[in-house]
């Protein structure tokens, strides 16, 4: 079994920034691709971020040139480093993983609990 633990939410004012971590724990022999997905009230999850192991990455659109994902493959863990946050980026963040359990035995796609983010004054 693979957990994945959110950390880093908290309330933030317009314009400031936040930083997120998941940490993946468990059985895991591989990650390939971690990402961040957010859920805001009536709305459909939607990508904020993702990143290769290599480390390819590409943004949700809305998020291009505030957000930044990063990942440190050593510690099976991703970071979103958020600036300039918007009233409009309040969401539940959730993490997202692809996680092998050992040799040949393929991947499984996995879901951390999510961290609360509002942004207001």
């Known amino acids: 079994q693979v957990q994945l633990a959110e950390s880093g939410g908290g309330l933030v004012q317009p314009g400031g920034s936040l930083r997120l971590s998941c940490a993946a724990s468990?059985?895991?022999?591989?990650?390939?691709?971690m990402a961040w997905y957010r859920q805001a009230p009536g709305k459909e999850r939607e990508l904020v971020a993702v990143?290769?192991?290599?480390?390819?990455?590409d943004y949700g659109d809305s998020v291009k040139g505030r957000f930044t994902v990063s990942r440190d493959n050593a510690k099976n863990t991703v970071y979103l480093q958020m600036n300039n946050l918007k009233p409009e980026d309040t969401a539940v963040y959730y993490c997202n993983a692809d996680v092998s359990p050992g040799f040949d035995l393929g991947y499984r796609n996995y879901w951390g609990q999510g961290t609360q983010v509002t942004v207001s004054s």
């Open positions: 468990g059985s895991i022999f591989s990650i390939t691709a």
């Open positions: 990143i290769t192991r290599g480390g390819s990455t």
